[in-house]
């Protein structure tokens, strides 16, 4: 089956240092998606890129979907101590029909030293 | 707005019981809820999909009869965690897709604790 991997594991900066993690998928995606999840929250979306090569952001985050739509990037330009948390990429999959869910990467921690 | 709730957020429950988890999306309708298990620093592990009006499919590996789903409204999904086993101590989190969307939205978690 499908399977998205994410690297790295964990990254620790220092605050103001940027932040790359990065996510490959072993099939080619219609779509992927980037969530937070804080310590002790809940994911919560970030983003959905759908397009060959795009690149989005949002402030101090950048988003890349590969040509190939089996890779992307989140980049954090600057680092600050909000930006602590677990990261994760997730491509869909189709469970039948119309339907589908979604595979996540195992996510990147990121802790920020202030 | 996309708002989901769980309830409990957190449980402590006797081998051997039950429990029943809520998932509701409050400001939305959802056709689909999806059901998920994270262990301590790791990622989610999709447990189940919830139609409403039709069975849970299941994930291979996760038992159906041990982990009991339904979906009886656009609005709420329950999970049912039946004669509950300290290896099902983990933290649940639901997530609710709106009718036509493609993002999830997830629900605060509920911690089960079973002892």
């Known amino acids: 089956g499908q399977q998205v991997m994410q690297i790295p594991q964990y990254q620790h900066v220092q605050e103001g240092e940027d932040f790359t993690t990065y996510c490959n998928s072993s099939t080619t995606l219609s779509n992927i998606q980037w969530y937070k999840q804080r310590p002790g929250g809940h994911p919560v979306f970030l983003i959905q890129?759908?397009?060959?090569?795009e690149v989005k952001k949002q402030k101090r985050l950048t988003f890349q979907f590969g040509e190939a739509k089996k890779n992307s990037s989140l980049h954090i330009t600057a680092t600050q101590t909000t930006d602590v948390g677990t990261y994760f990429c997730a491509g869909p999959v189709s469970s039948g029909g119309s339907n589908y869910k979604l595979t996540f990467g195992k996510g990147t921690l990121l802790t920020v030293n202030p | 707005g996309a708002v989901v709730s769980q309830h409990p957020s957190w449980v402590i429950c006797k081998s051997g019981t039950s429990v029943k988890i809520e998932c509701r999306s409050l400001d939305f309708q959802a056709t689909t809820m999806f059901w998920y298990r994270q262990f301590p620093k790791q990622s989610l592990m999709l447990m189940a999909t919830s139609n409403e009006g039709s069975k849970a499919t299941y994930e291979q590996g996760v038992e159906k009869d041990k982990f009991l789903i339904n979906h009886a409204s656009l609005t709420l999904s329950t999970l049912t965690v039946t004669s509950a086993h300290p290896e099902d101590s983990s933290f649940y989190i639901c997530s609710a897709r709106r009718t036509g969307g493609y993002e999830q939205y997830f629900g605060p978690g509920t911690r089960l604790t079973v002892t």
């Open positions: 890129l759908v397009k060959s090569g």
